[in-house]
């Protein structure tokens, strides 16, 4: 008889585009100035993360739990839950994704934020940038409004998108704890998009390629392992690091 | 199965219950209250008891889950008023398609329309089939249902004695079981031939047509009317003859749209009850109620629909 894994992704698309959009309009409506400082914060803690310095890790780290948390309650249960049941088994997730960055934020020698010039930067700051400035304005290419804009710091896809990046910026141990679950929620976003036949999708699924890369590059050189030391934090380690 | 003596089957489209009045009915859009004359227009039995309902009924699939927005569950209301307004009463859901059981009780308590349904709705868990149907019955604001089916046969050895059990207990009216896009044909076939069914729902349109093959026979046979869903294949099927024009003897049917020639071609077999095609659209609810009357296809045009479909696609 008939299982669960008789299905077909194209099953589990339960929504219409025209009602996933609506979430956005409906949510920067009712919302906005949560939405506006969700994404403010944003733009704060990545400007902060491009910095060569030893100040601010910890400020990044709570402002995106707080992005999190907010993204969490705000968009994914109040209007995504009503209208994807599966939403509800990834939740704690996120709730998880919250408490790992105050973990961090909390711990003596917290994740050190900054340009190296890499190739895991090239690749962080890339996602970043393309989470934050570009992504949610691709509906405006598409035939959207303006009040339909995803915005990082709210919607959940370019929320997730950016931390992949922000978490290549970083260095430190145990970082790589903060991938999966934003590295889930692309994947799981990236299906829910190619089912709707969005063409956005292929940026979510390049975005967890080029996580999953670039946190392999630093594995295999040892930068993921190696402990950063207190004079480091307090000095800015070299370019070539 | 025992072997089906065509000609009987083939008459049984006159014995099955098929009455057509075309007595006045373009509803048009219907907004906001409803009539309470309800159009005449064809019903097909329920073999089971003789129930008559009307030919064509109302999916949710996809359509009815609009979650919390007030804006979008107006809209639904204003299908299910225009859907309702020209004769319609079968809606069907599931606890699978996300808010769309609670848009239904809102569009029916919006309408004060719960004594003009005839409410369908699906068990589909592997866990605890009471406590979703207990939930299914809050979402929708209603005590009983008329039918309730297995979905997609998913924890069926549980579940279908469970329904059964809600029906002899008077809590239910009609038992079945549904399959889509033509899967687990060998278990659905199993299930019709050794249980006492009502109804059986599957995916039937002019292009997926093997379950014409030995199915549709086997429900006529078996007394167990049909429900059939995916009648556009999810719509793709209309959008693949958008544009293209009507065959000629589409005329003698009276028909206006594409919609309108697949929904007779389905309601023509004598198997089958009822489809249930979805939509956002007031308008095309009202037009999908409407090929629900006037002249069906003999065999001979249900042929010619299945072919001039097949080559436009």
Redesign the interface.
Known sequence: ????W???LA?F????P??YY??FE?MNSVWWMAVLAAFVAGLVAAGMAMRHGHRGNRVILVLLSLIWAWASYGFVWQ?YQ????AVAYILPGFVIEVLLLLVFAARPLPLRFGWRGDLTSYVGAAIMVVAIVIYPFVGLLEGRDLIQAELFGSAADPTALGTLGFVLMARGTWRWLLLPVPLIWCAFAAATLWVMDQQIAYVMLIAVWLTIFSGWLDLKNGVTTRRLTKAELADPPPISD | MSEIDRRRFMQGAGAIGLSASLGGLMPGVAQGALRKDVPDIIRKQVPSTGEAIPAVGLGSWITFNVGNDMALRDQCADVVSAFFNAGGRMIDSSPMYGSAQEVIGYCLDKLGAHDRVFSTDKVWTSGDGLDQISETRKRWNTRKFDLLQVHNLLGINDNLPLLFRLKNEGQLRYVGVTTSHGRRTEDLIAVMKNERLDFVQVTYNPVDRKVEEYLLPLAYDRGIAVIVNRPFRGGSLLDQLEGEPLPEFAAELEVESWAQLILKYLIAHPSVTCPIPATTNPAHAAENMRAATGRLPDDKMREQIAAVIGVLI
């Open positions: 008889m008939t299982e669960w008789d299905y077909g099953d698309l339960l929504f219409s025209r009602v609506r979430l409906t209007y009503p209208i994807n049941w």
